[in-house]
T-cell receptor
Framework: AQKITQTQPGMFVQEKEAVTLDCTYDTSDQSYGLFWYKQPSSGEMIFLIYQGSYDEQNATEGRYSLNFQKARKSANLVISASQLGDSAMYFCAMREANTDKLIFGTGTRLQVFP | GAGVSQSPSNKVTEKGKDVELRCDPISGHTALYWYRQSLGQGLEFLIYFQGNSAPDKSGLPSDRFSAERTGGSVSTLTIQRTQQEDSAVYLC???????????FGSGTRLTVV
């Protein structure tokens, strides 16, 4: 069965610094997609970035990049130049092609301080 | 509409009552998902609809939970004989394809007293 693991319950980072949020996954499928979502205190789920299992390049979206290491089954999110507004919960998620079901990790709470 | 719409935004109900939660997905999105998020927890998958296919109900926690999707659009999640442990935020999401992110609604906060 597929599984997503986020081992960091909380992270702190100073404004303007970069931070890496860890995510490892387990799947027997060859085709899958990896997602990161941000959930601020308001509760909304905001899609940040997507990486397909067959994508050769690491995904990037503005200040967000995904460090995809397929052999290690890791998909870490890198946020560059952190901003105070980045403070939120961050969820890693995976969808296997054969089920289309999106499974979430337990999340990492990121706090950015001045 | 422009986004996924969920109603009501908040619902307080007495233990033992039935509740219905509504989700109106983005027009044209064929996939619709329901998730549950308990306080401070991650998202728990409940049920998934894709087009006219039979729904994946593998995440429903008990037979008190059911969902339907009419006309491939609006979905209703029904919880019968609510229990206090059903208290959570129920999130609906829709998607237009396997390589696209899900768009979530703002959720329904259910409180069972």
């Amino acid at each position: 069965a597929q599984k997503i693991t986020q081992t960091q319950p909380g992270m702190f980072v100073q404004e303007k610094e970069a931070v890496t949020l860890d995510c490892t996954y387990d799947t027997s499928d060859q085709s899958y997609g990896l997602f990161w979502y941000k959930q601020p205190s308001s509760g909304e789920m905001i899609f940040l970035i997507y990486q397909g299992s067959y994508d050769e390049q690491n995904a990037t979206e503005g200040r967000y990049s995904l460090n995809f290491q397929k052999a290690r089954k890791s998909a870490n999110l890198v946020i560059s130049a952190s901003q105070l507004g980045d403070s939120a919960m961050y969820f890693c998620a995976m969808r296997e092609a054969n089920t289309d079901k999106l499974i979430f990790g337990t999340g990492t709470r990121l706090q950015v301080f001045p | 509409g422009a986004g996924v719409s969920q109603s009501p935004s908040n619902k307080v109900t007495e233990k033992g009552k039935d509740v219905e939660l509504r989700c109106d997905p983005i027009s044209g999105h064929t996939a619709l998902y329901w998730y549950r998020q308990s306080l401070g927890q991650g998202l728990e998958f409940l049920i998934y609809f894709q087009g006219n296919s039979a729904p994946d109900k593998s995440g429903l926690p008990s037979d008190r939970f059911s969902a339907e999707r009419t006309g491939g659009s609006v979905s209703t999640l029904t919880i019968q004989r609510t229990q206090q442990e059903d208290s959570a935020v129920y999130l609906c999401a829709s998607s237009r394809g396997p390589d696209y992110g899900f768009t979530f609604g703002s959720g329904t906060r259910l409180t069972v007293v």
